[in-house]
C-alpha cells in the first residue's frame, strides 16, 4: 500500500515536471545553467528513486516475512555479518563517488564568467523589497523586470545594502544570494523569448514574500528597441508635472526622475508605463492597482513606513500619502492617470 | 549512595546555618518543584517538552492554514514571520532537544546500573532553564513582538538596529538572549550525562557493552558541549550589533555578513546530528526486542553513530552553497557531505539485518521505528541530493528543504520518540498505552505526515521558496498547498488519538509487570515504574543486553532457548535498602535559575535594574547552592 502511494506520488513528480508550466519551475530549464544542473540532477533523482523504494519495499517486507508466528519465536541470534557490512559500505561509497566525479567539474563550469563582446552585464542592488536593474554601459537604471537578448550570456553583478536577499530564476539557473558587502556574479542566459518568474530566496524580512521579479527575453531587434526607449529622456511637459508632484507630495526625496531627481530609495519613475509590475513584483501594473498603491502603499504591501514622520526618518518602502498628506482617492487616480503614461 | 558531586562537594556533617530549611518531602505535588531524582526530571523534561510540542504544532497549523490557497489573508506578514519563526525555534530547542534530554535522563542512569547521574542538582538546573527559556521565548508575544527572523536568524536582518525597521519589534532580541539561556541548560545536561555515563556505569558494564542508546547519547552529549559555545559566541555578536552598535556583520563598517553564517551553521550542522542521533538512539532499542534478535552489527552501528559525530563538524558550509563560497569550498563541502552518507546508510542496512531473520512483533513501538527507517531513509535520500551542489542552487531555500529537513526531523525524530513513547511508557508510568489506539494514531500520522511532506519536493521544485507568508495565483502551486494543509491536520489528529489515548491509559490501564516487552537492558530489570533508587541492589554486568542474557542463551545453532526463571542474577555488594543514600531534594536550583530570565529582560530591554537585580539574585542563589550539602546527612 505504502510502495502503491510511492508509485503514485512519483507520476505526480513526473507530472509535475512535465505538466506546472508556471514559468519560475526548475523542472522547466530554458537557460543553458539550470539545464546543466537539471541534467546532473536528474540520473542521481532516479538512482535515489530506485534506492528508495528498495528500502521501503525492504521495511514492509521483512517484517511481514519474519513475522513472529508458532514456532519461530527464538529465531537464530545472529550478531553481525562483516561480509555484508563491508559490501553495504562499499556500494555507497562507490554510487557517491560516481555522484563526486560529475559533481565537481559541474560546479567549476557554473562559476565560470563569460567574456567578450557578446555580453551583457547589469549591476543588479537588492533593496528592501525590490530590485533594482542599472546596465552601466546603456545607461538604463531600472526596477524588478530585468529585460535581456535571448542566447547572449548575461552576467549580474549583485549587492545589497542591507541584509542577505538571494537572486533566483529557476528556469534560468539556480540561486545566488545577494549579500550586503561583497559582490557575487550570476550568469543567466535564455533560449526563447519570454517572461521568466524569479523572486528573492532569501528571508529578508517583512515583505520577503513580496520581493519578486521577472526576466523579460527579447529577441535582438525588441531589446535594442527597449534598450531606446529606456534612454530617451522625458518630455518638457511629463517634467514640469512631476516637479509639482515632488512639491506637494515629496516623490522626488525618493523617486529619481530623470531631470527632475537622483534619489535612489525607491525605483525610478521615469519609464514606468513601459514595465509590467511594479511593487517589487508583487502587483501587475494596472490603473486600479496603481492608484491604489499612490495612496496607501503600506495597506498594499507589508512595510514599516506607515506615513513621512518629521523628522523622524521613514523606515522601510514607501509611506502612505493619504496618511501624510490628506490625498485623496481622486488625487490618486489623477496621478496614476498620469504615472501611465510615462513611456 | 555517593554520586560525583558529593565527591566534588565537601560533605558537611553538621547541618550549618542555611538561609532556608531543606524540603524533605519527595513525594506529592511540591516535590516535583525540588525534586533531584533523575527519573522525576525526565518526565518534567517530557510533559514540557510535549507541551512545546502541541505549541509548536498549532503554530504549523496556523502556517498551513495561512497558505492554504493563494494570498491567503489568516495571518498579516509579521504575524507569519513570528510564526514560522517560533514554529521553527520550539521545535528545535524547545521539543527536539528536550524531548532528547528527557529520554536520556530517565533511561541512561537505568541503562547503566545507577541509582542517578552524576549531579543531580545541576540536573534540576537544566530543567529550570529549559522551562523558564522556553516561557521567556514565548512571553516575547506579549512583551513586544516574537522573534522573527528565521529559526537561524540570519544576520544582518537580526543584528540590525531596530530603528532601521527590517524587523519590526524585539524579537532579535528575544531570540538572542532566549537561546543563549537555553544552552546554558543545554550544555549542563550534556556534561551530567557525559560525567555519568563515564563514571556511573555498574561493575562489568565497559564501554562496548553499553545499550546503543547509552552510545548515541554520549556522542550527543560531545555535540551539544562543543557546539553551543560556538552559537553563544554568534548570538553574543548580534545581540551586541543590534544593540551597542558593534559591527561584526555590518558590511558597511566591513564586518563581514557571512561570518554569522560559518559560525551558525559550524554549531548547526552539530545541532542536526543532535536532533537526529536520539532518533537513531531509540530506534536501536526498539529493533531488537521486536525482532528478539541483537542489534545486527553493535560495533558497526556505534562506530558510524561516533563517525556520524565527528563528520558532522566538516560539512557546515553545505548551507551556504548559494552564499558565492567560490567552487573550490562548494566542491569541498559537497564531497564531504557525500561522505556523511556512507555511515548514515550503513546504519540503516544495519537496522534491517536486525530484523532479518527474527520474530518480529508488530506493535507500536515496532511501527514507529519501522517508519522511521522508511521516513528517515527518504530524507536522507533527498540530503544527499542537496549534496549535489548545482541541484542544490536550485533546491535551498525553497520548499524541497522544508521537505527535506521534515523527512529527517519528523519522520526520523519525531517518529523514533512516539515510538520511544509506545516502547517506555509502562516502565516509567506502570501501564501499557493502548495498542489499538497506537496502531491508529501511528497510521494516520504515517498518512498524514507524508500527505504534508511530499508534495514539498515538488512544490519547491517548481519554485516556492519557504518563509513566504503568500504566494500569487496562477503559479501552479494551489493544489499541492491545499493536499498539505489537509496532511497537517491529519498529523494534528493522529496526535489527538496520542493524548487520547494517554488519558485513557491514565484511567483504564492494567499495571504491566516489570518486563511487558521480554526486552533486553538493564531498565526492564527492575520495578516498573522503578523505585527512586532505582536498583535494590546494583546489577553486575557480565554481557551486552544484560538482561536479555539473564532471561534466555543460545544453543550450538546460535538458536534462543530460555533459561530458568531466576537463574544468573549476579549483584554487587548488596546493600539493604534503608542504606541506600539518594541525594535530597532541594530549593537551590529553582531559586537560582530565577534568576535568569530577570537578566534576560534587563538586556532585552536595556534595562540595568533589571541586569543588576538578576545578577545580585545569581549570586544568592549560587552562595546557597554551595554551601547546601548534595546529600543531608541523617536522611
Ligand atoms: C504538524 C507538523 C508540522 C508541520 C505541518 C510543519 C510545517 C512547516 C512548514 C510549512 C514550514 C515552513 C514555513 C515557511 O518556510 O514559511 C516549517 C518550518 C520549519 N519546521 Fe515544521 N512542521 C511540522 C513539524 C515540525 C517538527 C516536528 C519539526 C522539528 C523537529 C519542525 C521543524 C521546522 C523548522 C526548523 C522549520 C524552519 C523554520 C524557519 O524557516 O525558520 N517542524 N514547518
Ligand atoms: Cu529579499
Redesign the pocket.
Known amino acids: 500500500m505504502r510502495a502503491g502511494a510511492l508509485v503514485a506520488a512519483i507520476t505526480l513528480l513526473a507530472a509535475g515536471c512535465n505538466g506546472n508550466n508556471n514559468k519560475q519551475n526548475s523542472l522547466h530549464p530554458d537557460g543553458p545553467a539550470a539545464h546543466k544542473i537539471l541534467n546532473l540532477f536528474t540520473p542521481f533523482f532516479w538512482i535515489a528513486v530506485v534506492i528508495g523504494i528498495g528500502v521501503l519495499v525492504a521495511t514492509i517486507i521483512l517484517p511481514l516475512r519474519f513475522r513472529r508466528r508458532e514456532g519461530n519465536e527464538n529465531p537464530k541470534q545472529v550478531h553481525g555479518n562483516s561480509t555484508l557490512e563491508i559490501t553495504w559500505t562499499i556500494i555507497p561509497v562507490l554510487i557517491l563517488a560516481v555522484m563526486a566525479i560529475f559533481t565537481v567539474p559541474t560546479i567549476f563550469q557554473l562559476a565560470k564568467t563569460p567574456k567578450g563582446p557578446n555580453v551583457i552585464h547589469v549591476d543588479v542592488m537588492a533593496h528592501q523589497w525590490w530590485w533594482e536593474y542599472k546596465y552601466p554601459k546603456e545607461n538604463i537604471y531600472t526596477a524588478n523586470e530585468l529585460h535581456i537578448p535571448i542566447n547572449r550570456p548575461v552576467v549580474l553583478s549583485m549587492t545589497s545594502d542591507n541584509v542577505i536577499h538571494d537572486f533566483w530564476v529557476p528556469e534560468l539557473s539556480g540561486k545566488k544570494d545577494v549579500v550586503p558587502g561583497q559582490t557575487n556574479v550570476e550568469v543567466i542566459q535564455a533560449e526563447k523569448p519570454g517572461t521568466y518568474l524569479g523572486q528573492c530566496a532569501e ?1 529578508c524580512g517583512l515583505s520577503h514574500a513580496d520581493m519578486r521579479l521577472r526576466v523579460i527575453a527579447q529577441t535582438q531587434a525588441d531589446y535594442d528597441t527597449w534598450v531606446q526607449t529606456q534612454q530617451a529622456p522625458p518630455s518638457a511637459a511629463d517634467l514640469a508635472e512631476f516637479k509639482k508632484l515632488g512639491t506637494e507630495y515629496s516623490c522626488t526625496t525618493c523617486h529619481m526622475f530623470q531631470g527632475v531627481s537622483k534619489a535612489e530609495v525607491g525605483p525610478n519613475l521615469t519609464h514606468l508605463a513601459d514595465r509590467e509590475i511594479f511593487a517589487g513584483g508583487k502587483y501587475d501594473l494596472t490603473f486600479d492597482n496603481l492608484w491604489k498603491w499612490v495612496l496607501n502603499a503600506p495597506s498594499r504591501k507589508p512595510n514599516q513606513c506607515p506615513r513621512l514622520p518629521q523628522p523622524d526618518p521613514c523606515k522601510v518602502g514607501m509611506p502612505s500619502m493619504e496618511k501624510t498628506f490628506g490625498m485623496s482617492a481622486g488625487q490618486a487616480q489623477d496621478i496614476a492617470h498620469f504615472l501611465l503614461t510615462l513611456h | 549512595m555517593t554520586t560525583v558531586e558529593d565527591a566534588l562537594t565537601h560533605v558537611e556533617t553538621k547541618p550549618v546555618n542555611r538561609m532556608l530549611q531543606r524540603p524533605r518531602s519527595t513525594t506529592g505535588a511540591w516535590s516535583w518543584f525540588t525534586t533531584v531524582d533523575h527519573k522525576k526530571i525526565g518526565i518534567l523534561y517530557g510533559v514540557t517538552a510535549l507541551a512545546f ?1 502541541l505549541i ?2 498549532i503554530e ?2 496556523l ?2 492554514v495561512q ?1 492554504w490557497g493563494p494570498n491567503g489573508t489568516v495571518l498579516t506578514a509579521n504575524q ?1 514571520n513570528q510564526v ?2 517560533m ?3 520550539t ?2 530547542f524547545l ?2 532537544m528536550p524531548l532528547s534530554i528527557a529520554f536520556g535522563n530517565y533511561l541512561i542512569p537505568l541503562m547503566i546500573g545507577a541509582r542517578d547521574v552524576a549531579f543531580p542538582r545541576i540536573n534540576m538546573f537544566g530543567y529550570w532553564v529549559f522551562l523558564l527559556g522556553g516561557l521567556f521565548l514565548y512571553s516575547s508575544f506579549v512583551l513586544g513582538g516574537a522573534p522573527n527572523g ?3 536568524g540570519y544576520a544582518p536582518l537580526t543584528s540590525t538596529p531596530m530603528s532601521k525597521g527590517f524587523l519590526p519589534g524585539h524579537g532579535p532580541d528575544f531570540w538572542t538572549i532566549g537561546l543563549i539561556m537555553l544552552g546554558i541548560g543545554s550544555v549542563t545536561s550534556a556534561l551530567n550525562f557525559i560525567v555519568t555515563v563515564i563514571n556511573m556505569r555498574a561493575p562489568g558494564m565497559s564501554m562496548l557493552r553499553m545499550p546503543v542508546f547509552v552510545w548515541m547519547m554520549t556522542v550527543v552529549a560531545f555535540l551539544t558541549l562543543f557546539a553551543m559555545p560556538i552559537v553563544t559566541a554568534a548570538l553574543m555578536m548580534v545581540y551586541l550589533d543590534r544593540n551597542f552598535g558593534t559591527n561584526f556583520f555590518n558590511a558597511s563598517m566591513h564586518g563581514d555578513p557571512l561570518l554569522y553564517q560559518n559560525l551558525f551553521w559550524l554549531f548547526g550542522h552539530p545541532e542536526v546530528y543532535i ?1 537526529i542521533l536520539p532518533g537513531m538512539a531509540v530506534v536501536s532499542e526498539i529493533l531488537p526486542v521486536f525482532s528478539r534478535k541483537p542489534l545486527f552489527g553493535y560495533s558497526v552501528v556505534v562506530f558510524s553513530g561516533i563517525a556520524i559525530g565527528f563528520l558532522g563538524w566538516g560539512v557546515w558550509a553545505h548551507h551556504m552553497f548559494a552564499t558565492g563560497i567560490g567552487p573550490v569550498a562548494q566542491s569541498a563541502f559537497g564531497v564531504s557531505t557525500m561522505i556523511i552518507a556512507v555511515p548514515t546508510g550503513v546504519k540503516i542496512f544495519n537496522w534491517l539485518g536486525t530484523v532479518w531473520g527474527g520474530a518480529v512483533r508488530l506493535a507500536t513501538p515496532m511501527l514507529y521505528a519501522l517508519g522511521f527507517i522508511a521516513m528517515f531513509t527518504l530524507g536522507g535520500l533527498s540530503g544527499v541530493m542537496s549534496a549535489i551542489v548545482p541541484a542544490d542552487t536550485q533546491q535551498t531555500d525553497s ?1 524541497f528543504v ?1 521537505a527535506h ?2 523527512y529527517v ?2 519522520g526520523g ?2 517518529f523514533a520518540l512516539f515510538g520511544g513513547f509506545y516502547y517506555w511508557w509502562p516502565k516509567v508510568f506502570g501501564k501499557m498505552l493502548d495498542e489499538r489506539l497506537g496502531k491508529t494514531s501511528f497510521w494516520i500520522m504515517l498518512i498524514g505526515f507524508n500527505l ?1 511532506f511530499f508534495p ?1 519536493h515538488i512544490v519547491g521544485l517548481e519554485g516556492m521558496p ?4 503568500t504566494y500569487g495565483a496562477g503559479l501552479g502551486w494551489d493544489l499541492l498547498n491545499k493536499l ?1 494543509t489537509v ?2 491536520f491529519l ?2 489528529t493522529s496526535v489527538l488519538v496520542f493524548i487520547v489515548n494517554i488519558v485513557h491509559t491514565k484511567l483504564r490501564g492494567e499495571p504491566c509487570g516489570e518486563d511487558p516487552w521480554d526486552a533486553r537492558t538493564l531498565e526492564w530489570a527492575t520495578s516498573s515504574p522503578p523505585p527512586e533508587f532505582n536498583f535494590a541492589e546494583i546489577p553486575i554486568v557480565t554481557n551486552r543486553d544484560e538482561w536479555w542474557h539473564r532471561k534466555y542463551t543460545e544453543d550450538e545453532d546460535g538458536r534462543l532457548v530460555r533459561l530458568p526463571a531466576g537463574a544468573a542474577t549476579a549483584t554487587a555488594e548488596p546493600e539493604a535498602h534503608h542504606h541506600i543514600h539518594m541525594p535530597s531534594p532541594s530549593y537551590w536550583p529553582l531559586l537560582f535559575t530565577i534568576g535568569l530570565p530577570i537578566l534576560g529582560y534587563g538586556f532585552v530591554f536595556k534595562n540595568w535594574w533589571l541586569v543588576g537585580l538578576g545578577a545580585v539574585w545569581l549570586m544568592f542563589g549560587m552562595t546557597g547552592w554551595a554551601t547546601e550539602p548534595s546529600t543531608e546527612p541523617g536522611t
Open positions: 528571508y | 510540542f509548536g504544532g504549523a497549523l502556517i498551513r497558505l507569519y514560522f519563526t514554529h521553527g525555534t521545535m528545535i521539543m527536539g528565521g529559526w537561524f536532533l520548499y522544508v529537513f521534515h526531523l519528523f525524530l519525531v504534508t514539498m519557504r518563509r513566504t507568508y498539505e496532511g497537517a498529523i494534528a
